[in-house]
């Protein structure tokens, strides 16, 4: 199973200010995915990241708000832009292993703005 | 994605066996049923999944109706460590723009000493 590791994994930011969190795969993945979880809520997904090209964003999230990068295989990162307190959450990563259908996720990281 | 309707909270008593229900009654015949669990200040993780038959793993068994439009994950023997959030959640194996899982609300396990 494909390990993740998620950076920063908790940080307080200011409103107005831009935060890059960083998502590392142990193997190489086609899918990759981000997530947000507001406080006491389920998971929705912001995007899947693609691998040369452009991230696909779910309806509600924009990629002036939620760049996404994804220069490899097994790197990406999501970067929350001009922060607000209602963007205080936790965002995951995921990957996708095939052929077992399988998502792995990341610990997370707990963003919040004050 | 087909909808899935799971109660939002149960309790359990350390050691005994869990059922816990999950109804899918608009389940299309692709869709296939995946059961991932939240445990406290960590990312979700995979339980099972399966299609049409009851599925058993190291974690957990899926009891799936034969009409498909229910579905029941079986903890054979609950430890505190069970205690999460656990999500039901239908995937269409012919999906191919993303194969994104749509998380409902899940059910909230309580294992009680």
């Known amino acids: 199973s494909a390990v993740i590791s998620q950076k920063p994994s908790r940080d307080i930011c200011q409103r107005g200010t831009s935060l890059t969190i960083q998502c590392q795969v142990d193997?190489?993945?086609?899918?990759m995915f981000w997530y947000r979880q507001q406080p006491g809520q389920s998971l929705t997904l912001i995007a899947t990241?693609?691998?040369?090209?452009?991230?696909?964003?779910e309806s509600g999230f924009v990629i002036d708000k939620f760049p996404i990068s994804r220069p490899n295989l097994t790197f990406s990162t999501l970067t929350v832009s001009n922060m607000s307190p209602e963007d205080s959450s936790i965002y995951l990563c995921?990957?996708?292993?095939?052929?077992?259908?399988?998502?792995?996720f990341g610990p997370g990281t707990r963003l919040t703005v004050l | 994605d087909a909808k899935t309707t799971q109660p939002n909270s149960m309790e359990s008593n350390e050691e005994e066996p869990v059922h816990l229900p999950c109804n899918h009654s608009t389940i299309s015949g692709t869709d296939y049923i995946h059961w991932y669990r939240q445990l406290p200040s960590q990312g979700p993780e995979y339980v099972i999944h399966?299609?049409?038959s009851n599925v058993n793993n190291r974690m957990a068994s899926l009891a799936i109706a034969e009409d498909r439009k229910s579905s029941t994950l079986i903890l054979h023997r609950a430890t505190l460590r069970d205690a999460a959030v656990y999500y039901c959640?239908?995937?269409?194996?012919?999906?191919?723009?993303?194969?994104?899982?749509?998380f409902g609300g899940g059910t909230r396990l309580m294992v009680k000493p």
């Open positions: 193997s190489q993945v086609t899918m």
């Open positions: 990241a693609n691998q040369g090209s452009e991230a696909t964003y």
């Open positions: 959640i239908l995937r269409d194996w012919g999906y191919n723009a993303g194969n994104m899982l749509t």
């Open positions: 399966g299609l049409t």
């Open positions: 995921s990957v996708e292993e095939t052929p077992t259908d399988t998502q792995y």
